[in-house]
T-cell receptor
């Protein structure tokens, strides 16, 4: 559970949809998370998905999970300039079925939204 | 607003010095984790404390140590500072009861610069 990969940059126009992709390696991950980080700030939890789910929708956010391919995506509908930030995918490290709480993060995807 | 606070917000030290960073968790959150986020990278797990004992550690040397107190506050101590210790240090807390046990809430971080 130590290799979480994300593309580094994504640019979209305001009003379009954004799709941020992530691949992970630990098939025993219990939860997968999306965090948002604005410049100079900490991490804001956006949403998470339990590993036995395929999809989760929360207002403008849609998370899709493909466990077979270990692929996670975050779709932001009607992207706004305020959505410009770094988005991190993270998986929970599990050990013998118990969640230790350790999160493994990708390097983050810088989303830039143009007006 | 996650209810997790950190101090100080910024800190400048020189090589060889020691530093103490502080975190205050949400009431009832018995687990606190510390992460190091170097520039352009995702957060890396340093260690985790549960009810005042360390119960998980990442790939960091012993000069990184911590304490957790009964009042939901905690400390990260780093001895013999090196230039590569310059980073944003994040603490995250989570509850060990109820339905929210797998969600970690992050503080805003402390930006440490080592000269």
């Amino acid at each position: 559970g130590e290799d979480v990969e994300q593309s580094l940059f994504l640019s979209v126009r305001e009003g379009d949809s954004s799709v941020i992709n992530c691949t992970y390696t630990d098939s025993s991950s219990t939860y997968l998370y999306w965090y948002k980080q604005e410049p100079g700030a900490g991490l804001q939890l956006l949403t998470y998905i339990f590993s036995n789910m395929d999809m989760k929708q929360d207002q403008r956010l849609t998370v899709l999970l493909n466990k077979k391919d270990k692929h996670l995506s975050l779709r932001i509908a009607d992207t706004q300039t305020g959505d410009s930030a770094i988005y991190f995918c993270a998986e929970t490290y599990t050990d013998r079925g118990s969640t230790l709480g350790r999160l493994y993060f990708g390097r983050g995807t810088q989303l830039t939204v143009w007006p | 607003e996650t209810g997790v606070t950190q101090s100080p917000t910024h800190l400048i030290k020189t090589r060889g010095q020691q530093v103490t960073l502080r975190c205050s968790s949400q009431s009832g959150h018995n687990t606190v984790s510390w992460y190091q986020q170097a520039l352009g990278q995702g957060p890396q797990f340093i260690f985790q404390y549960y009810r005042e004992e360390e119960n998980g550690r990442g790939n960091f040397p012993p000069r990184f140590s911590g304490l957790q107190f009964p009042n939901y506050s905690s400390e990260l101590n780093v001895n013999a500072l090196e230039l590569d210790d310059s980073a944003l240090y994040l603490c995250a807390s989570r509850s060990d009861s109820g339905t929210d046990t797998d969600t970690q809430y992050f503080g805003p971080g402390t930006r440490l610069t080592v000269l």
